[in-house]
């Protein structure tokens, strides 16, 4: 029976996407740059079985909410249920739909493994431009390193001329968002009345970030990247209802991050996305000075992450 396994990475954004111009086609208001990280994946197994229909599992449970978002995804690929039988199988090594982009490694992983499995019938740009109608995000997945995704919807490798950066990652909360990712940005989009301050500014963000990687700026970079995230979490709070997906732990340990870089203790820059969670960029060197501080601060410790190299790729299982 016809087999395929792909793993993707999951990618954190340093500057981020938050809402869509185009729903149907998924292109964002404004560009986006993540780095694909190695601490967390999805690796996606798809086999063929006799019976016709479609069995999907996820981390070897049923899970009827991701099952209804993968038949959804499958439509793009010749694939009759009631004609042909299908077996995926995905594990997610990270926690799910926690803010720590675990959509986005998952589509990215069934994408590549889907055009695998039913002979490649889409060239990359077209299987990129299909990727993000799962997950937004995952587009980014698709390649290694540092990425950017454009409001034409297309994605581009950045070179990273740092081989020494890490990012922390603070799980303050493993559970399930209360507002998805998508749903939180229509409502923004609706309500805020800073929404079109966010858009432009996420375009100057995206600039300066190039910019700085030319000059291979690390602070800059950092700083670029702190500022963006407070900024879609500004944005989030100035809908109405406000969302709010940072807690109080969320927010002392932002608070204490800035005051120990100000204070010289170590250089290390926070980044959120849609839920509590806290990601520290830094340098290798920094890692065990900031774990120490932590700990000494009662915060869970970091679990530090290199950057993936590979995007979504075939593996053995
Ligand atoms: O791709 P989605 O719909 O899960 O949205 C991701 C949104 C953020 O993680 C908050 C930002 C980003 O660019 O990844």
New binding site residues.
Partial sequence: MKRVCVKAPI???L????GKHDEVNVLPFNP?I?LSLDLYETKTILQAKEAPGLEFTLNEQSDPKSEGKVRQFLSFFPFDETQQGLVIRSYNTGPTAA?L?S??SAFAALAVACNQFFGEPYDFDTLASIT?KG????I?SLLGGCVE?DTQGRIHALDWPFDDVVLGVVVLVAGRKDI???E??KHTIQTAPSYLTWVEKAHQDALAFKAALADQDFTKIGHISEANALA?HAVCEDANPPIQYLNKQSRALIQGIQSARKQGLFEAYCTM??GPNIKLLHRAKDSIRLNEWLKTQGFPLAQISRIAEKGAHRCED
């Fill in positions: 990618n954190i954004a500057v981020k996407y938050w986006s993540s803010g982009a959509s986005a993000k997950s937004g995000s995952a980014r995704w998805g990712s998508t939180g940005m879609m996305d849609a």
